[in-house]
């Protein structure tokens, strides 16, 4: 049975995403309508996979139950008024999920790669004040798999179940969009909530909802 899931890691992209945000960072234009927020994470993804995927001795488990996993992350965003834009960051920690044998009714639960994500955002203010700020986000980026390696597990009836790393390598991952808040108890700190759904575009695709919440700094 092969779970499919993230890319593996590659040095360029660490370097691109380091030259953006000090690039950012730096310009002039940004002073004073920059906004930096940290966030812990939680991600509840959908079931998914189906009977029909079932092809004995090739993916034995087609069915991957709902399951959930949490991060951490920050961002960077630049807010001129109506419109707003910036780069995003997660890294997403490995969690449990089970997977169903529709042939025999057998599960195993398995853990799930750790991965860390990068996009770009784009998003609408609905109520921008000095005190609070209402918003509309979504995104586009890329995930790539950490600690990719063969394991092994043993069902519930007894079996013993490999689990490999995925074929499909490259994975791109939309923000299909979200509602987010910002609560400002200062000029320059505050608090972040956001809760957003995300799409992965892997063999078998994933749907999750996540919910950010964290600690937002203007400057």
């Given at each position: ?35 930096l927020?940290l966030?812990?994470a ?6 998914s ?13 087609p069915?991957?139950?709902a ?9 960077i965003i ?5 419109i707003?834009?910036?780069?995003e960051s997660?890294?997403?920690?490995a969690?449990?999920a089970?997977?169903h044998?529709?042939s ?9 790669y750790p991965?860390?994500e990068?996009r ?6 609905l109520v ?5 700020r209402l918003?509309?986000?979504?995104g ?10 063969t ?8 079996f013993?179940?490999?689990?490999e ?10 923000m299909g969009?979200?509602l ?14 956001a ?9 078998k695709?994933?749907t ?11 400057f």
């Amino acid at each position: 049975m092969k779970l499919e899931t993230y890319f593996k890691p590659r040095k360029t992209l660490r370097s691109t995403i380091i030259i953006l945000v000090t690039l950012f960072l730096l310009a002039p234009s940004v002073q004073g309508r920059g906004r930096l927020y940290l966030f812990g994470a939680g991600n509840f993804y959908l079931r998914s996979g189906s009977e029909a995927d079932y092809i004995e001795g090739t993916n034995d488990f087609p069915i991957t139950a709902a399951h959930q996993n949490f991060g951490l992350g920050f961002g960077i965003i630049y807010d001129p008024g109506l419109i707003y834009f910036g780069f995003e960051s997660q890294y997403t920690l490995a969690g449990r999920a089970t997977l169903h044998d529709p042939s025999d009714n057998d599960r195993v639960t398995i853990d799930t790669y750790p991965h860390a994500e990068a996009r770009l955002i784009l998003g609408c203010n609905l109520v921008n004040t000095p005190s609070w700020r209402l918003f509309l986000q979504g995104g586009v980026g890329l995930s790539q798999i950490l600690n990719a390696e063969t394991r092994i597990y043993t069902s519930e009836l007894g079996f013993e179940t490999r689990v490999e790393p995925p074929e499909k390598k490259r994975t791109v991952t939309t923000m299909g969009g979200g509602l987010g808040l910002e609560y400002y108890f200062s000029g320059h700190f505050g608090a972040y909530l956001a809760g957003l759904v995300q799409y992965f575009d892997l063999d078998k695709p994933e749907t999750s909802f996540q919910g950010l919440f964290g600690l937002t700094f203007k400057f």
